[in-house]
């Protein structure tokens, strides 16, 4: 019998006479020593499937729950809270998406993880001796060289992967045998997430865990799982073996997110395959299959009987039109030669650009106890050039110094040394010289995150008409055309223009926010990591925007990113940045095929492809 049975699982909402079914019918089975992935885009009901799991859904919001979900034969779903709560840590541990979300700010390490503890003492003090010597056991586990000192940290003080791996030690302090994680390697960089992913595989193999992985990312499945469930909507269109999965899927949906996955060597110079469209909202009334209305693969049956998983070899998969055979992606493409066209002027000049930060750690000792000051170069030396209409991809890992030299370039931040020029304005030591507003228009950005960069407060339409109307004279009939005119450019209908940011979906408010740049008609636009948080389908979608508008404005482009895969598809050239130091430039063809620099393959080794490792397909390790 297997570890954790979910059988015929439904949630759903109460929202007036109708509830709004979040997850329907789902059964999925998970054994000892297992990982299963759960994949599938942004609404396909991943994260309440887990929550679900563990209960916790019920403290968001009031949930109407049938059928089974079965842990050793116990039904949690039939366990009153008192009993319920015993489970968690004890039985079930749990990995959230963001770490510092998810510890307390307010205290130190060790004392997080002595709190998660369940000790076998009998007095105080001996069972606080036993939670913190396993808590140490567990940092010391997890990857920390020195435990007592990260024992006594706060969460801010460490790196993300760092607070990720204290979030993993945590969930094991009480020996769990199910860990449940909900996407805990977003917006790490690859080589980060290729550390958190090893440390799982670790982890779990020595406690002989099950573990229930959720992730949108193909690649990330590929490394980990030994299953792979795709959900859709609510519903499980297909599960199996992930090599199964993977090497040749089943269902149109997940041939689709195969397809959907960049790949190191792979151009893509027409655009990223996106999946048109977007899952449809929870409680939509769709008869068939509902994946039906973005598949070109639909037959009759598809628009009117929703289909039933049958088994198909070792794989489930419910599809009328199931495909078959691996997926076909395009062949390497050949080193670029220089066009006539990359010897145009630049539009950008970095020349040996320094930042230089001051700070104060250690002590000097003496009465005062006066803390050194030290200086740190976030950006050290740096020179590079982009031409009108070039797309120059920036990655390195973090703390490399990539957003710091793209505040930079965007007048932000000034350089400690060295000088920028954008279309022949200066910005140096001293500031930008000439006008300010001329700059503004001419260099715009696009931040990491659209939920943050976004005012909550505001409409869409006042958000793209802000820069308008602080460096045009359009006002406004005129005004009110241009940002329609936007909205229309970036793919979204004139009907969001006066919904707020939380009203739309995130691949959305990414398209506002790009509208927004685009809005003073800039020449050179900065994208610090834009596509991190997005599905792989949305992120395509959001690519092929960036890719259409350089083309049709001329725009340049230092897009930001930690994705190898995703940059060396799009890129026209790109610089590998270490420790503030640009070590490596040169055409995506050069660097998948002979990359130059130690550290450009350290990063091309870490980078996670969609082909199985052999494990995943009963091979040993």
Known sequence: MSLLEIDRLSVAVPTGEVDTELVHELSLSLDSGQTLCVVGESGSGKTVTVLSVIRLL????????????????????????????????????????????????????????????????????????????????????????????????????????????????????????????????????????????????????????????????????????????????????????????????????????????????????????????????????????????????????????????????????????PGSGPVELPPPAPVEALAEADLAEPLLEVKDVRRTFVTRSGRSGGLLGLRKRERLAAVDGVSLSIRPGEFFGLVGESGSGKTTLGQIVAALDHPTEGTVSVAGQLHTARGLEGDTTAFRRTVQLVFQDPQSSLDPRHTVGRIIAEPLRELTSLRGPALRKRVERLLDEVGLAKTVIDRIPAQISGGQRQRVAIARAL????????????????????????????????????????????????????????????????????????IAAAPGHEYTRSLLAANPGITPPARAAGSPE
């Not at 930001?560 to 070590?583: E, Q």
Request: hydrophobic share 45%; with cysteine; aromatic share 4%.
């Open 58 to 321: 019920e403290f968001v919001t009031p949930v109407r729950t049938t059928g089974e979900v079965r842990l050793d034969d116990v039904d949690l779903n039939g366990l009153d809270a008192a009993r319920m709560r015993s489970f968690r840590g004890r039985r079930i541990g749990m990995v959230f998406q963001e770490a510092l979300d998810s510890l307390n700010p307010a205290q130190r390490i060790g004392a997080q993880l002595v709190e998660a503890y369940e000790p076998g003492g009998t007095r105080r003090g001996e069972a606080r001796a036993e939670a913190l010597a396993r808590a140490l056991d567990l940092l010391r586990e997890v990857g920390f060289s020195d435990p007592r000192r990260v024992a006594n940290l706060y969460p801010h003080q460490l790196s993300g992967g760092m607070q990720q791996r204290v979030m993993i030690a945590m969930a094991l302090m009480a020996g769990p045998d199910l860990l449940l994680a909900d996407e805990p390697t977003t917006a790490l960089d690859v080589t980060t997430q290729a550390e958190i992913l090893r440390l799982f595989r670790t982890v779990q193999r020595e406690h002989r865990m099950a573990c229930v992985f959720i992730t949108h990312d193909m690649g990330v499945a590929a490394e980990i799982a030994d299953r792979i469930a795709v959900l859709y909507a609510g519903r499980l269109v297909e599960s199996g073996p992930a090599a199964e999965v993977l090497n040749s899927p089943r269902h149109r949906y997940t041939r689709a997110l195969v397809e959907c996955v960049p790949q190191v060597g792979v151009r893509r110079v027409d655009g990223l395959p996106a999946i048109t469209g977007s899952v449809p909202e929870a409680g939509a009334l769709l008869p068939g299959c509902r994946f039906a209305p973005r598949c070109a693969h639909t037959v009759d049956r598809c628009t009117t009987e929703e289909p039933p998983p049958i088994a198909v070899g070792p794989v489930e998969v419910a599809c009328w039109n």
């Open 519 to 590: 809005a003073p008609e800039p020449r050179l636009i900065v994208a610090d990591e834009p596509t991190s948080a997005l599905d792989v389908s949305v992120q395509g979608q959001v690519m092929n925007l960036l890719l259409d508008l350089r083309r049709e404005h001329d725009l340049g482009f230092l897009f930001i990113t930690h994705n190898l895969s995703l940059i060396l598809s799009v890129a026209d050239r790109v610089g590998v940045m270490k420790d503030g130091k640009l070590v490596e430039v040169a055409t995506p063809a050069e």
